[in-house]
């Protein structure tokens, strides 16, 4: 939206995959591309706001004007979160951050073993939007953004995001959703805030999907990322 002024506001994205290594080689991902995170970049810079770009590793140019911070596993973005969260005033969560991690790293390459199975031990990442959920100023001065890319049950889990991770707006995608999800240029979103998805569930006597969903699709067809 053009007629949108931010200038004189602080605007921290997050974007793209994290890689979690397993040995120097090898390590876990997901499909991400940060397309969804490079285009609000441009979007919020292109209106005057001050952003800052954390991404992980992606084939994308950075954005012009936009201070963009390169980082690899999900802790990594989490410190860069952390270093940058207290100055900003609308926060992004736009990546795609592994839920999981290798309990170990290995020095050396994994060699293949002379058993047919590999076990891994997984262990959580820290969850940053949960982390800025808990964090954000008290006084309503931070607005923070969430994405949920869901396979099923899209607004019930959305809805549930945006309480339990105390977002003040929670952009909802469907995986499975024409012109949605993952390395498109198009995307497909619902947007939940606390206001509107109460008063929208507040009539459907406590069930946490809404059906009238209409006026909560930001775009019925897939929109171009900027
Ligand atoms: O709970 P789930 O991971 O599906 O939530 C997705 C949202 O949470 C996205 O906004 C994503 O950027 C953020 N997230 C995060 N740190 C994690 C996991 C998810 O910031 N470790």
């Known amino acids: 939206d053009a007629s949108c002024d931010l200038r004189g506001l602080r605007v921290l994205i997050t974007a793209g995959p994290t890689q979690e290594p397993l040995d120097p080689v090898r390590y876990l991902?997901?499909?991400?591309?940060?397309?969804?995170?490079?285009?609000?970049?441009?979007?919020?810079?292109?209106?005057?706001?001050?952003?800052?770009?954390?991404?992980?590793?992606?084939?994308?140019?950075?954005?012009?004007?936009?201070?963009?911070?390169?980082?690899?596993?999900?802790?990594?973005?989490?410190?860069?979160?952390?270093?940058?969260?207290?100055?900003?005033?609308?926060?992004?969560?736009?990546?795609?951050?592994?839920?999981?991690?290798?309990?170990?790293?290995?020095?050396?390459k994994i060699k293949k073993a002379a058993e047919s199975t590999l076990?891994?031990?997984?262990?959580?990442?820290?969850?940053?939007?949960?982390?800025?959920?808990?964090?954000?100023?008290?006084?309503?001065?931070?607005?923070?953004?969430?994405?949920?890319?869901?396979?099923?049950d899209l607004l019930a889990n959305a809805q549930s995001k945006l309480e339990r991770k105390h977002c003040d707006m929670l952009v909802a995608n469907n995986l499975n959703d024409p012109g949605a999800g993952f390395a498109h240029d198009t995307n497909r979103v619902v947007i939940l805030t606390p206001d509107i998805s109460s008063a929208a569930c507040s009539r459907h006597s406590g069930t946490a999907q809404p059906v009238d969903t209409q006026d909560r699709h930001v775009h019925a067809e897939p929109q171009p990322l900027m």
């Open 29 to 108: 991902t997901n499909h991400s591309t940060g397309k969804m995170g490079y285009a609000l970049a441009r979007a919020a810079q292109s209106m005057g706001a001050d952003v800052t770009l954390v991404s992980g590793p992606v084939a994308l140019d950075e954005p012009d004007g936009v201070h963009t911070i390169h980082v690899q596993t999900a802790q990594e973005m989490f410190d860069a979160v952390r270093g940058q969260f207290s100055q900003a005033d609308i926060i992004i969560m736009a990546a795609a951050v592994g839920d999981f991690r290798p309990d170990h790293r290995s020095d050396q």
């Open 119 to 152: 076990n891994i031990t997984l262990v959580h990442n820290p969850d940053i939007l949960a982390w800025a959920g808990e964090h954000k100023r008290k006084d309503g001065s931070q607005m923070l953004c969430g994405f949920a890319m869901e396979t099923q």
